[in-house]
């Protein structure tokens, strides 16, 4: 960790809602206590579906403390859009695509980075959400 800082979230959905929604639940199941910096970025710049560059790129500059930022994305496009951001270097120093499932691995992703943990372990635990078994 860096200086104290939390490692920041950023939930890359195709609409909006949902990554909002999402932001809101792992935000609420982190709670109680410090909890990190999380910001969506669903849909387009003019409220549609798909994939935006800027509002990801304006989100993770938002959650962006210096200790690295995770992304997590939901599908097709908002892979292919932070890989490519990632790759011009156009996202924070530090930035993780992170191969995760997006409901479960958000809620993990926050809840670790929450707890301080480094960028490493956040990722980890995210990934590790597709573990989890329900049946």
Known sequence: ??????????????????????????????????????????GTADGGLGTSAELITAAASEVDRGAGVALLVDLGSSVLTVKALLEDEELPAGSRLVDAPFLEGAVA???????????????????????????
């Open 1 to 42: 960790m860096s200086g104290g800082a939390l490692v920041g979230i950023v939930l890359v959905s195709h609409s909006a809602g949902v990554a909002g929604s999402v932001a809101e639940l792992a935000r609420g199941i982190a709670a109680g206590g410090a909890v990190a910096p999380v910001a969506p970025a669903g």
């Open 109 to 135: 992703a926050v809840v670790a980075a929450s707890a301080g943990a480094p960028l490493e372990a956040v990722v980890a635990a995210a990934e590790e959400a597709y573990a989890y078994r329900k049946a």
